[in-house]
């Protein structure tokens, strides 16, 4: 018999995951009830509790920041892991999302004893193919404000450690609208597992079928679809669409540095937007428009353009009247032009 959590796992969750694997190049590990802990562990996790993956976190930082000592690279570590209780989910969030964007400021004392300040880098957003990307299917996640709060996330995916990506499936014929109120309203509470979500750059929920993405503070109705990769493209709201549109790697990368947004702007707290599928393609094409036109700036100096080509003036001017009411006019040129049908001089 196929349990309901069978159902989503050979239906929905295989198919995104070798999906990610196949087409778009992720690595992809299933970990339920198949994880190890400790250094060497499948992930290595020290426990359920930890939801950032400190070992590809660790070899990003020592691969992006070669210039900065050892001891600076951990206390980026431990500002990036740590979790203070004071402070809310979004507070969190909003941190981290500075650090993921910007670096991390961290500190230390050279040789002569000076005080060196740097900002270490935690993803390489120019060069995809110095960052890992993997997708862990059914990962156990443990609350740490209330003991033993166990959940268990279908997908969550990782860049260099970071979980930025959360998904959150149902079985095919469900409405996908219950993988919000049934799941993802729980674990994003505090007593929950709300600090799975302190590096997440977007959610996702689907059915295999259908899907939508919104962020950490949305509501229901704020979550949309991804329907085209192009504005050229034919409007599609399957998941295939949105997986290819938001999970492939430059494509991520692209939306986390540019395209999310914190609003202090009204009452009710801070809101985190992600930019929908339109504004995402007309920004970058408004962009790329402005980039070709300095391209060709380069290429082509103002004294090496083209020969500007000037219209020539319709109006002409009346300069003599030939003998019988013959009208002559001089075009711009010096052209003699009979009217009328008669004879021309040119």
Do not use: C
């Not at 970990?31 to 290595?44: C, D, H, K, R």
């Not at 004893?113 to 110095?130: L, Q």
């Not at 995916?157 to 998904?167: E, S, T």
């Amino acid at each position: 018999m196929i349990t309901d959590i069978n159902s989503e796992d050979r239906l929905v969750q295989q198919t995104f995951a070798e999906h990610l694997e196949k087409v778009l190049r992720w690595e992809s590990v299933y970990a339920y009830n198949a994880e190890t802990f400790g250094p060497a562990g499948t992930l290595g996790r020290a426990s359920e509790r930890e939801v950032v993956l400190v070992r590809d976190l660790r070899a990003a930082l020592a691969q992006l920041n070669s210039d900065i000592p050892e001891s600076a690279r951990e206390q980026a570590i431990e500002k990036l892991t740590r979790t203070d209780f004071a402070r809310s989910l979004i507070q969190h969030n909003h941190e981290f999302y500075g650090f993921i964007r910007g670096g991390v400021p961290v500190e230390w004392r050279d040789a002569s004893g000076e005080t060196r300040h740097a900002r270490a880098r935690v993803i390489d957003f120019r060069n995809a193919g110095e960052d890992r990307f993997l997708a862990v299917r059914e990962l156990k996640v443990q609350g740490v404000r209330v003991p033993h709060y166990n959940r268990r996330a279908d997908l969550v995916y990782f860049v260099n450690g970071l979980p930025l990506v959360f998904i959150e499936l149902k079985a095919v014929y469900r409405n996908i609208r219950a993988g919000f109120d049934d799941n993802l309203t729980d674990y994003l509470s505090e007593h929950s597992i709300a600090h799975a979500f302190h590096h997440n750059a977007f959610l996702v929920v689907s059915n295999g079928d259908q899907a939508r993405y919104g962020s950490i503070t949305s509501k229901w109705e704020h979550f949309v679809e991804w329907k085209r990769n192009a504005e050229t493209d034919k409007g599609r709201v399957d998941a295939e669409a949105l997986l290819d549109g938001m999970l492939a790697k430059e494509r991520l990368l692209d939306l986390v540095e540019n395209f999310i947004l914190f609003d202090d702007s009204r009452a009710g707290g801070t809101r985190k937007i992600v930019a929908r599928n339109h504004q995402v393609l007309g920004v970058n094409n408004a962009v790329s428009s402005v980039l070709r036109q300095e391209e060709l700036k380069r290429q082509f100096p103002s004294g090496a353009r083209l020969v500007q080509y000037r219209v020539p003036r319709p109006e002409r001017l009346k300069v003599a009247e030939a003998p019988g009411g013959d009208h002559r006019w001089r075009g711009q040129r010096g052209d003699v032009v009979r009217r009328r049908g008669r004879r021309r001089t040119t």
